[in-house]
């Protein structure tokens, strides 16, 4: 059974730090690309960052060096660290996972709120 488990969002004032975890279970994430998305009210979802299997990383543009995505196959978890964070950075954050050989195999978590705001 797939089994996507994401925690770390919540509220944190302008200026602080989140730190999100998925954990994945039900197949191995070795060779999937794995990564966050984001969706804020009245918007489409759009791509935060990813993270190939073979540690290839992609920001979207409005991270602008604040955000850090990793990966731990071993324990099957990806990761995203945000800094100095923005009120424009408030949205539910999904984690998905992406199989570039099989492309119709890709996953997506629960959702996390992460509401940025003083």
């Known amino acids: 059974q797939l089994q996507f488990v994401e925690s770390g969002g919540g509220l944190v004032q302008p200026g602080g730090s989140l730190n999100l975890s998925c954990i994945v279970s039900?197949?191995?994430?070795?060779?999937?690309?794995v990564g966050w998305f984001r969706q804020a009210p009245g918007k489409e979802r759009e791509l935060v960052a990813t993270?190939?299997?073979?540690?290839?990383?992609n920001y979207a543009d409005f991270v602008k060096g604040r955000f850090t995505i990793s990966r731990d196959n071993a324990e099957n978890m990806m990761f995203l660290q945000m800094d100095s964070l923005e009120p424009e950075d408030t949205a539910v954050y999904y984690c998905?996972?992406?199989?570039?050989?099989?492309?119709?195999?890709?996953?997506w978590g629960q959702g996390t709120q992460v509401t940025v705001s003083s």
């Open positions: 039900g197949f191995a994430l070795n060779y999937y690309r």
């Open positions: 998905n996972a992406f199989n570039p050989v099989y492309r119709d195999r890709q996953y």
């Open positions: 993270i190939t299997g073979s540690s290839g990383i």
